[in-house]
DNA sequence: AAACAAGATGATAGCGCTATCATTGTCAAT
DNA sequence: ATTGACAATGATAGCGCTATCATCTTGTTT
């Protein structure tokens, strides 16, 4: 009777053992290749295959103070926007050893501290974070991590580490002047889920405004509650019964737009004649879309891919030049406001 | 000199020393309060407190021989889908103490397989995997596991473990009987990503169409491409050229529908006078386009939680009663196919 | 031939936790 | 008073891996 516990599983030495040689030679067979003379290395993968060993990974983190888990922490799961920069970080991720740790912070200050102390706890071997806006305690927490961290989706002065973004008030601004430049006169904002990214499209779209001496605070129309198409027709059909007078509308993001287009089309206001309408991010359906929806393309997929190489570089210890990137925007002019085109 | 490693953690021996008590007893009284005095659990979780003690996830996962991840395994991060079920998974385990570690089999087996090595390597508290059709050696590992399993999105016989879903193929036949119900005639299919579900759901098509004595197989368009928006709208320009006698289209999903619904409103095609739309999956999107989109719900949230709760349960466990969950589905009718209405 | 550097391998000792069994103290039953 | 049952706590020994230092070959240098 063994009373020791064992898992059942192949480990190292079992490995060690039939190849002949110690376990860490194994260990090292595996990890760092040429250390090791290139027979033993293959006759250790021979037996690798054969016995069908898989390293366990609670241990090795345990004995070498370190994993191959990358943690990601993003407000939304379901918003295009993240599943966009998440496709891009698994394409990135897929072909080297890292794996996801994904994080969901629902918006949240708390959750987002619950969530950096856990990560913490498992000493990824990097970090990702969405956002600049980090609460002081968070911010403390990944200045003192000993790995790598990469804020993404934004930029910004004073990054904790490295950056990967866009400016996304340069982005509003942009947008907003592109409206103004279409002859649209009374150009409204309406934002959903006003989180920082939000806050600071609508000082962009303030600043353009501003700048032209067109600025209307009645014209701006935000919520808390999470976007939706619906949300868009409502929000639109709000602002236009309260002012009849608007005639152009600056979306947060791209399911508002669209929720403002069928919104028009079934009051029978014509777009972009009676009412120009610009989108936020430029997903797929808008150019699709009938009218096509003018909308800001933002480089979502590069921006995961972008940040999990830098990340990962950085891990590997080749710390990129350019710890900052902006990867810029382009507004897309479409049909939504050709008004004069 | 010390030459040992030591990584500054704070240990559950530092918290034991300061509380005065053996490092095992903090481990019962954080992990078993009830086996310890509820004054010792008090200091303890005291001096935990002051010492901002966390445990070490891979040194319990070693010791224990066990880890509180639950491995989930879909097909796409991008399809809002998945990112529907997704929230679902999330708010069910956000509650407890369990972590997801997410895995991208990116529509293939090889990859599939090889996550679900990895994940087995990690043992995880359990599992969650997309759909019914695994390959064989993905199969095997499922059955060896020693975690409960469950099996997402579809119902079907002879399940691994648990499985929560629907029938897709019933959905679909249902969508076409409505369709059929409209007085539409010649009825076709547009189909993209022809996974698995996506090919049940064009046999539910065909069942109800030959129950009708209705089904012609030119009328049926698929491709393996990513469904789009986009590909929507060439997807039904492309059949209706083909065949100008086109009076319906059961759309494979909502991108494709309201791609065939910009399709229509771009050549002015009246729907659904001309043509009925359905779609599939009730994207929120669906009751807000203009003519809104008739679509078949199906509990993608739901599915999540449920599939979540009873793995949960079955981890700690309490073996459901019932293993296999049918949640069902529904047409929901709205103006896309309301010819006669 | 002696001395040494470099390369390959091994022995040892943990990483931070928990399973297992052993010990102690307490109280009711005999 | 003696026994046993039970509750609370502790001592010990790993879980499977790798960091560290030690040893043993080689080939190279003078």
Redesign the pocket.
Same mark, same amino acid.
């Given at each position: 009777m063994n009373? /020791? *516990?064992? %898992? +059942? /599983?192949v @480990?190292? $030495?079992d490995v &060690?053992r039939k190849a +002949?040689? $110690?376990?860490? @030679?194994? $260990? *090292?067979a595996? *990890?760092n290749p040429?250390?090791?003379?290139s027979?033993?290395v293959k006759r250790v993968q021979q037996v690798v295959g054969e016995l069908g060993?898989?390293?366990?990974p609670a &241990? *090795?983190a345990? &004995? %070498?103070? /370190?994993t191959d888990v990358i943690g990601v922490i993003i407000p939304s799961v379901t918003n295009n926007v993240f599943s966009d920069v998440m496709r891009g970080i698994y394409a990135c991720v897929e072909e080297t050893n890292y794996r996801v740790q994904l994080g969901n912070s629902r918006y949240s200050e708390r959750e987002e501290e619950k969530l950096l102390q856990t990560f913490i706890s498992q000493r990824p071997a990097g970090l990702m974070i969405s956002g600049i806006d980090q609460s002081h305690a968070a911010r403390l927490l990944l200045e003192s991590v000993s790995c790598p961290v990469v804020q993404i989706m934004e930029t910004g002065p004073d990054p904790v580490d490295m950056m990967v973004g866009f400016s996304h008030r340069d982005a509003a601004r942009t947008a907003t002047e592109h409206l103004i430049a279409q002859g649209y006169e009374r150009i409204g904002f309406i934002g959903a889920r006003m989180d920082p990214r939000t806050a600071r499209r609508l000082e962009g779209y303030g600043d353009a405004l501003r700048a032209a001496g067109r600025y209307d605070k009645g014209l701006v129309r935000t919520t808390r509650q999470r976007s939706t198409v619906t949300l868009g027709s409502e929000m639109l059909l709000e602002l236009k019964a309260a002012r009849p007078d608007l005639d152009a509308v600056l979306c947060n993001n791209d399911d508002l737009a669209l929720g403002a287009l069928f919104a028009c089309r079934r009051q029978g206001i014509d777009v972009p004649g009676e009412l120009g309408i610009c989108g936020f991010n430029d997903l797929e359906m808008m150019a699709a879309a009938c009218p096509s929806i003018t909308s800001v393309r933002t480089c979502r997929e590069e921006m995961g891919e972008r940040a999990t190489g830098m990340l990962i570089r950085a891990i590997e210890g080749e710390r990129p030049a350019e710890t900052a990137v902006d990867l810029g925007f382009e507004v897309i002019a479409r049909e939504s406001t050709a008004r004069r085109g």
């Open positions: 009373k /020791r *516990r064992k %898992s +059942g /599983r @480990t190292l $030495s &060690a +002949g040689v $110690s376990p860490i @030679t194994v $260990s *090292r595996l *990890r040429d250390m090791v003379s027979d033993v060993y898989v390293p366990d &241990a *090795r345990l &004995a %070498s103070q /370190r």
